[in-house]
């Protein structure tokens, strides 16, 4: 069987976001002034907000969702599925250089060509040998054949290199750790994630030479990746629910660069009591609907794409330019069509890893060539998930 796999489980946290649907529909912006709920509505503290940065959302005026709206053609990519590429769940995803990078339940990493062919992985190192790795928490692509793992549980982190396999590791001191998530950022500093706070540790000192604290005492759920690569970029968030996205600078701070504002539909932790206990943030989300809660941000090639759940339904906002038109969608469940929260996204387009049984609800064929239509209905169930680019508008 395909998911029988033997899995040494390094056990972080995993957002679980319900599978829902959209239409497009423009959106009559909120009344309500930025401003005037800047203090009180858990918005950004910076005192000079350029009114640019601010995309102001009404969460009432979402429909479902029209894909014509926000992609001009959608295309697959299915992976191979053969007994040395069995993918029990896409952790994460990456495209380079023509290049898929999968992260496999953080357990190895496999790559894929651009058609979807497999080349290699890393699960032959998975063990406890001196040129193993226990667990594939985080990945960063270096070159084309060549990415570092980390792996908390042994304290290291493991250079691959095809064809060669493992040909370094360095390890690091307890005191970076808990660690959600790893970025490389050049040859000496890296910056590890806990989750709240960013600590960038250089690996000549080997030492923490930085770090930028979160502002919040309540933990709530993960909604949001800390951080994220688009090109030459990377974007950070807090990973709880957030209405700002920053932009990393070259001095190691962050520059807000998008802020949400739902009106009075704002979100902040600071509604929250000190002894708020993080496990029941699904109950709280569900006794108010009323707010709407931010999940992962994109700017993309002057797109902006924004998921969010309100009134239990996952939606997405998306513009084209800061003063483009906005576009609100719902998902429904099991309606078509639906836009989930991507796996990865770059260069105006945006990658999803679907299931094959899924598959269906995520695409509108409208927008697929003969081709891509004549993938979709070869695919099998026990098949490895299909990589679905929606090329946006």
């Not at 007994?83 to 190895?108: A, E, G, P, R, W």
């Not at 590791?169 to 989750?195: A, H, S």
């Not at 999803?352 to 064929?365: G, K, M, Q, R, S």
Request: with cysteine; glycine share 4%; aromatic share 14%.
């Amino acid at each position: 069987m395909k998911k029988n796999l033997k899995v040494i489980a390094f056990v972080t946290f995993v957002a679980v976001v319900s599978v829902s649907t959209y239409v497009s529909v423009t959106a009559n912006l909120s009344k309500v002034s930025f401003m005037d709920i800047l203090l009180g509505q858990g918005c950004a503290d910076d005192k000079n907000i350029d009114k640019h940065t601010v995309w102001r959302l009404n969460p009432n005026d979402t429909q479902l969702t029209d894909l014509k709206q926000i992609a001009d053609s959608i295309y697959l990519v299915p992976l191979e599925t053969n007994d040395s590429c069995l993918i029990k769940k896409v952790h994460s995803l990456t495209y380079m250089y023509n290049h898929f990078y999968i992260n496999n339940n953080q357990i190895d990493i496999q790559v894929y060509d651009g058609e979807g062919n497999f080349l290699y992985g890393t699960a032959k190192h998975l063990g406890s040998g001196p040129h193993d790795y226990l667990s594939a928490m985080s990945f960063c692509v270096l070159g084309k054949d060549s990415f570092e793992v980390c792996d908390p549980i042994s304290l290291q982190v493991c250079n691959f290199s095809y064809p060669k396999g493992l040909v370094d590791k360095w390890r690091f001191p307890e005191e970076v750790l808990p660690i959600m998530q790893y970025e490389y950022l050049n040859q000496d500093t890296c910056v590890f994630i806990d989750g709240i706070n960013l600590k960038f540790y250089s690996r000549s000192s080997q030492k923490i030479i930085k770090e930028l604290k979160g502002k919040h005492k309540v933990q709530f759920s993960k909604t949001s990746w800390a951080l994220h690569k688009q090109g030459k970029s990377f974007y950070c968030s807090d990973i709880f629910p957030s209405n700002e996205l920053y932009v990393l600078t070259e001095d190691l701070e962050k520059k807000l660069v998008l802020q949400l504002d739902f009106g009075k539909h704002n979100f902040s932790l600071m509604n929250l009591s000190e002894d708020f206990d993080p496990e029941h943030y699904y109950a709280y989300m569900d006794e108010h609907p009323e707010y709407a809660y931010p999940f992962q941000k994109f700017i993309s090639d002057d797109r902006y794409l924004a998921y969010f759940q309100f009134d239990g339904k996952l939606c997405v906002a998306f513009k084209h330019g800061k003063d483009g038109q906005t576009f609100l969608f719902r998902n429904e469940s099991y309606s078509r069509h639906q836009l989930m929260i991507p796996h990865h996204v770059d260069e105006g387009k945006v990658y999803y890893a679907a299931e094959p049984t899924y598959l269906p609800y995520v695409v509108d064929t409208t927008l697929m060539s003969r081709e891509d239509i004549g993938r979709m209905n070869r695919v099998s169930e026990m098949d490895n998930p299909i990589i679905v680019v929606y090329c946006l508008r």
